[in-house]
């Protein structure tokens, strides 16, 4: 069922294109050696290339130009050999030369696409328009003075990739996916780290509607929004702004716009006839990137599996549902810990402990992947004591949380607490003998046709048995007893 | 004259002990301390400093380590970044920047062993043909008119601080850069030899920009051997310059000495102008005659769109000028004068730190790089540019060099072509080529117009061939035999 706005006249359809600047991971700037640490101290990492000093030039980062390359082969897209940097020009206190350095007309990555998901199970290709790489600019600070604006150019000059996608996407639930899909293939790449909060990923949303079967009418973009879910909330209220705009007889203008989160609204912040004339032309400083396709090559044999190819294997070799795989390879490490974790055991136990109980005690403790309450040897041992028999399953769930709050070995705290399941058959028989016996009223009304009590004494005999019985033996004992 | 030497001289001077590096020194700073006030070549002169780099010298000298340029006296223009001491680019909007770096450039003479005596004047950003837009006034050129000595005439531009500095004897030699004729125009003004290698060369690291795909740094000096031996010093691979080219530095030197037998000289027919004053016309005649008499073989060419060339070349250096001085902003560096908000800020700064010129230049240069006019501006003369590339390309597929006059003229007098910016521009009609192709080229005295004011020819050679440029410069000037001096010079009349 595709997503539709209802408005008077009739059903309104959705039309996105997300542009997404990616800070790329490299521990210095595009052009210059200066470093790139998050939180320094203002103005600390600034070289006279970043702050334009005269006769200061650009000399590109090979690494950076890596990282982009890489990303374009994650993003299944076509790696331009030769391509071009730009300046683009405007005056701003925070963008020291009076240009940033961009691509404009040839950039770095071409088309490419992106596979999303959707919560119905259901999968859509998105195509990506272009990668380019360019440079950030610096952060000017408002707030910190009553006539002053302070300027921090820490930022100046770090690398980003501006990845623009094609207006493929249809619904604010397809444009959250996307985002989530990109993110984690930066990161399964190690090229961003996508974290919207710290702003090194940040999304302009181009937004418009139109009713079934038309061309595009007029977008609006609405810039620099910085979380997933901030992105999906302003594209449902930049459409709905455009369908009353259409509805009411007006005519929706191309202009530039930003989100207020607090109000759930965009507001205009320049309209077209305000919009800069950026000058574009080729940077005369910087040659054309050419590229070694030997180079472009090796990268693309060194690429970590990413996350399609990951979730297919997942699929293919543990019998995981596309569900269960999806949610494991989103982050990587979680793929890693759960590989850990199934290596040599059952993988669907592994996977419902992995997405169940130890997915729980990482939100409950507020700890990451990267340094989880149990670790995956560990939680594989806990699974081990339960396929020897050690412990049961319910025992399991306790040890578990021993784990989790002491940190200490499965088998420790199973032999610490005496929590080693009872196989021994003549304990059971004693054990569910002295159940029966008790309750010779319910074992009449079970005999009677009552299936429904089994499970009554299964709990009764376990809870004797401190929960430490073995279940298949208690079981096989109460049928072979009840039905003599 | 210790001041007459030539940096060969000098040098040989210098190691058999005749005089001191500090003597050598001493004796351009009082003809500085004479003559500067009047010719104002120089923005800043380092007395201290230079002294003490003469002394290093010296010491470099008697522990028998001496460089290239070891106690050489030079003049730098004010547009190379120099550590600790003030660079304006001729501009006031750099009156107070004293830059923490030294340019490449400068780095190189240094470890060479040069003295720097000081920052020589220019025009504003590099830009102009007679060194009248400079923020520190005009420069007067050294030679006079035998007729009418009264008259001050420009030095040419935009390196006119450097080309009179070193026409005057106030310097051994100079640096300059060359966007559309910066060196070699004022060389020819002043009876010089003034040389712009290929781009590439010399490193752009640490020159204030003014077009960077156009500008190239080179040397001023007295004779065709010195400029050889200053370009060795300069030039070099420059990893911080993207456009720097990883090519050997060769033995320049040597090739000043070499025959031009065999060597063959095409002579570009679109250079041959309307109007051009006869004795120009001349003096190209008789330097052809030179060289073939020196062996070598004289064949007609044919660049066919060098008439576009000065139209092109005044599209691509103020779109480029336009956004290399976009970082004059009165935020970081430089002079500033306070406004009411940023914008406001932005445009007093900018008012009232660029002079007229200047801001001609980036309003052109803005204009044609705007949106609707790009395509018919600046695209369209990039592929003039990219054919008259292919033009030298063509030329120098059947000659080694080429010869043409280096100016139209021979230096004018300040004021005059300053009505229309347009007659100035002119100036640089045989030089601006070379820039937009790359190719290197250089400017011999040659001769003397019938004022008495020198004339210079112009030889230009294939990218990265300066070996062969240098060996018809050489060619040239021990034909030319010219050995007329300017009437202001240190030990002069004036």
Same mark, same amino acid.
């Given at each position: 069922m595709s997503y539709t706005i209802q408005g008077r006249t009739g059903d309104w359809e959705l039309v996105v294109g997300l542009e997404v600047h990616a800070q790329v991971i490299s521990k210095a700037k595009l052009f210059s050696g200066a470093a790139t640490a998050f939180g320094a101290d203002p103005n600390s990492q600034v070289s006279y290339v970043d702050a334009a000093f005269p006769g200061m030039l650009p000399v590109?980062? !090979?690494?950076?130009?890596?990282?982009?390359? !890489? @990303?374009?082969?994650?993003? +299944?897209?076509?790696?331009?050999?030769?391509?071009?940097?730009?300046?683009?020009?405007?005056?701003?206190?925070?963008?020291?030369?009076?240009?940033?350095?961009?691509?404009?007309?040839?950039?770095?990555?071409?088309?490419?696409?992106?596979?999303?998901?959707?919560?119905?199970?259901?999968?859509?290709?998105?195509?990506? $328009?272009?990668?380019?790489?360019e440079q950030d600019a610096g952060k000017s600070i408002h707030d910190q003075h009553p006539t002053k604006s302070l300027i921090d150019l820490n930022r100046a000059g770090v690398a980003l990739m501006e990845i623009v996608s094609e207006p493929d996407i249809r619904s604010p639930e397809e444009a959250g996916a996307y985002l989530r899909k990109l993110r984690s293939i930066l990161r399964y790449l190690g090229t961003c780290d996508g974290n919207m909060e710290e702003g090194s990923m940040r999304a302009d949303v181009n937004v418009s509607v139109r009713k079934h079967g038309e061309p595009y009418r007029t977008r609006c973009e609405v810039k620099n929004v910085n979380s997933v879910r901030f992105v999906m909330q302003a594209i449902e209220a930049e459409a709905m702004r455009q369908v009353e705009i259409w509805e009411s007889g007006g005519t929706v203008e191309q202009e530039t716009r930003l989100f207020d989160p607090g109000r759930g609204e965009?507001?205009?912040?320049?309209? #077209? %006839?305000?919009?800069?004339?950026?000058?574009?032309?080729?940077?005369?400083?910087?040659?054309?990137?050419?590229?070694? %396709? +030997?180079?472009?090559?090796?990268?693309?044999?060194?690429?970590?599996?990413?996350?399609? =190819?990951?979730?297919?294997?997942f699929m293919r070799e543990y019998g995981l549902s596309p569900y269960d795989a999806g949610v494991l390879v989103a982050e990587q490490a979680t793929a890693q810990f759960y590989e850990t974790v199934a290596r040599?055991?059952?993988?669907?136990?592994?996977?419902?402990?992995?997405?169940?109980?130890?997915?729980? =005690?990482?939100?409950? $403790?507020?700890?990451?992947?990267?340094?989880?309450?149990? $670790?995956? @040897?560990?939680?594989?041992?806990?699974?081990?004591?339960?396929?020897?028999? $050690?412990?049961?399953?319910?025992?399991? #769930?306790?040890?578990?949380?021993?784990?989790?709050?002491?940190?200490?070995?499965?088998?420790?705290?199973?032999? %610490? #607490?005496?929590?080693?399941?009872?196989?021994? @058959?003549?304990?059971?028989?004693?054990?569910v003998d002295a159940i029966l016996a008790a309750n010779a009223g319910k074992v009449a009304e079970y005999r009677g046709g009552k299936d429904k009590l089994f499970g009554f004494f299964v709990g009764q005999t376990m809870k004797a048995m401190a929960g430490k019985g073995n279940p298949a033996l208690i079981n096989e004992t109460l049928k072979r007893k009840l039905a003599g | 004259m210790l001041t007459d030497l030539t940096i060969e001289q000098a040098r040989a001077g210098l190691r058999a002990g005749e005089f001191t590096a500090v003597d050598l020194t001493m004796a351009h700073l009082h003809a500085i301390e004479v003559l500067n006030p009047r010719l104002n070549a120089f923005i800043d002169v380092r007395h201290d400093r230079a002294l003490d780099q003469a002394r290093a010298a010296d010491a470099a000298l008697a522990a028998g380590e001496a460089r290239a340029l070891t106690?050489?006296?030079? /003049?730098?223009?004010?547009?190379?970044?120099?550590?600790?001491?003030?660079?304006? /680019?001729?501009?006031?909007?750099?009156?107070?920047?004293?830059?923490?770096?030294e340019s490449t450039v400068t780095a190189n003479l240094l470890r060479d062993g040069?003295?720097?005596?000081?920052?020589?004047?220019?025009?504003?950003?590099?830009?102009?043909?007679?060194?009248?837009?400079?923020?520190?006034?005009p420069v007067e050129n050294p030679w006079k008119r035998r007729q009418d000595a009264a008259a001050v005439l420009v030095p040419g531009g935009s390196s006119g601080g450097s080309a009179a500095a070193v026409a005057a004897r106030l310097a051994l030699g100079a640096t300059g850069t060359d966007t559309g004729g910066s060196i070699r125009q004022p060389a020819s003004f002043c009876g010089l030899v003034g040389v712009k290698p290929t781009y590439g060369r010399c490193s752009r690291w640490g020159v204030v920009a003014f077009a960077s795909s156009l500008d190239h740094p080179g040397p001023f000096s007295r004779t065709v051997r010195d400029g050889a031996i200053l370009l060795g010093s300069m030039a070099g691979f420059d990893p911080k310059d993207s456009t720097s080219a990883e090519m050997p530095v060769p033995d320049w030197e040597a090739a000043c000495a070499r025959s031009v037998k065999g060597l063959r000289i095409g002579v570009p027919r679109e250079y041959r102008m309307d109007g051009m004053p006869a004795e120009i016309e001349a003096l190209w005649r008789q330097g052809l005659d030179w060289l073939r008499d020196a062996g070598a073989e004289?064949?007609?060419?044919?660049?066919?769109?060098?008439?576009?060339?000065?139209?092109?070349?005044?599209?691509?250096?103020p779109a480029e000028a336009s956004s290399n001085l976009a970082r004059y902003d009165g935020v970081r560096f430089g002079a500033r004068t306070d406004g009411s908000d940023l914008r406001d800020l932005y445009e007093r700064t900018r008012a009232s730190g660029f002079g007229d010129e200047v801001r001609r230049r980036i309003m052109i240069g803005t204009y044609v790089l705007s949106a609707g006019y790009y395509d018919a501006y600046y695209l369209r003369a990039q592929k003039v540019r990219a054919l008259i590339l292919k033009?030298?390309?063509?030329?120098?597929?059947?000659?080694?060099a080429l010869l043409t006059p280096t100016a139209p003229s021979?230096?004018?007098?300040?004021?005059?072509?300053?009505?229309?910016?347009?007659?100035?521009?002119?100036?640089?009609?045989?030089?601006?080529?070379?820039?937009?192709?790359?190719?290197p080229g250089i400017s011999v005295p040659a001769g003397l117009d019938p004022n008495g004011l020198p004339l210079g020819l112009q030889v230009l050679a294939k990218p990265f061939d300066e070996a062969t440029m240098f060996t018809v410069a050489a060619a040239l000037e021990r034909a030319a035999g010219f050995e007329a001096l300017p009437t202001l010079r240190a030990g002069g009349e004036g």
């Open positions: 590109v980062n !090979r690494f950076c130009v890596e990282q982009a390359v !890489r @990303t374009g082969l994650g993003l +299944a897209a076509h790696i331009n050999p030769v391509s071009r940097f730009d300046r683009k020009n405007y005056f701003y206190a925070d963008l020291p030369q009076g240009y940033q350095i961009s691509q404009f007309d040839h950039p770095i990555v071409g088309t490419g696409t992106i596979e999303i998901e959707l919560a119905d199970g259901s999968t859509r290709q998105i195509g990506v $328009t272009r990668l380019h790489l965009t507001r205009s912040m320049r309209s #077209k %006839e305000d919009a800069h004339d950026y000058r574009y032309f080729p940077d005369p400083d910087l040659p054309p990137l050419v590229l070694d %396709e +030997a180079w472009i090559e090796t990268l693309r044999a060194n690429l970590p599996e990413l996350p399609d =190819a990951k979730k297919a294997r040599g055991r059952d993988a669907k136990i592994a996977a419902n402990w992995v997405t169940g109980d130890f997915f729980a =005690a990482l939100n409950r $403790t507020g700890r990451s992947i990267e340094d989880p309450p149990v $670790t995956a @040897t560990a939680l594989g041992q806990l699974l081990d004591l339960m396929a020897d028999g $050690t412990i049961n399953g319910r025992i399991a #769930k306790d040890v578990f949380e021993a784990m989790v709050d002491t940190g200490k070995a499965p088998a420790a705290i199973v032999e %610490e #607490k005496g929590l080693r399941q009872v196989t021994d @058959t003549g304990a059971i028989e004693a054990a | 106690g050489i006296p030079l /003049a730098i223009k004010d547009l190379f970044c120099t550590a600790g001491v003030r660079t304006t /680019a001729g501009s006031r909007i750099l009156e107070p920047f004293v830059p923490p770096y040069a003295v720097f005596l000081g920052k020589t004047n220019m025009d504003e950003f590099a830009m102009g043909s007679s060194n009248m837009t400079s923020a520190y006034g004289i064949v007609d060419v044919s660049l066919p769109h060098t008439k576009y060339g000065l139209a092109a070349y005044y599209v691509v250096a033009d030298f390309t063509d030329a120098f597929g059947q000659v080694d021979a230096a004018f007098g300040q004021g005059e072509k300053m009505d229309d910016p347009i007659t100035m521009y002119l100036n640089d009609v045989f030089t601006v080529p070379a820039n937009l192709a790359g190719v």
